[in-house]
Nanobody, 123 residues
Framework: QVQLTESGGGSVQDGGSLTLSCVVS????????LGWFRQAPGKEREGVAE????????NYADSVRGRFTISKDHVKKTVYLQMNSLKPEDTAMYYC????????????????WGQGTQVTVSS
């Protein structure tokens, strides 16, 4: 019943910014961890950022720490990923997900996934 709907992907230049949004329906943001993951062609899906179900604590991949910020709005039931100082290596399909992971930023810990939104950063 939980559905995730993503938006905000696009094409930007090196150093640009982009904000991704994910609307959560059929569940409460306090019931799940919310995460952003990305997958480039030929690579495994990797965790980018994560925000906890109840306290709003966050986890970030080392590669994006200081550049990306995950946040959530419980009223709008939306999770965001603010991406600044984008680099070409950030180019990937980005997915939002909900679940109850036991390992930080582990895709296997998430049960519900959005359809993905493409982020392309040109050099």
């Amino acid at each position: 019943q939980v559905q995730l709907t993503e938006s905000g992907g696009g094409s930007v230049q090196d150093g640009g910014s982009l904000t991704l949004s994910c609307v959560v329906s059929g569940g409460s943001l306090t019931s799940f961890f919310l995460g952003w993951f990305r997958q480039a062609p030929g690579k495994e899906r990797e965790g980018v950022a994560e925000i906890t179900a109840r306290w709003g604590d966050t986890n970030y991949a080392d590669s994006v720490r200081g550049r990306f910020t995950i946040s959530k709005d419980h009223v709008k039931k939306t999770v965001y990923l603010q991406m600044n100082s984008l680099k070409p290596e950030d180019t990937a399909m980005y997915y939002c997900a909900a679940g109850r992971p036991t390992t930080p930023l582990a895709p296997s810990g998430y049960d519900y996934w959005g359809q993905g939104t493409q982020v392309t950063v040109s050099s």
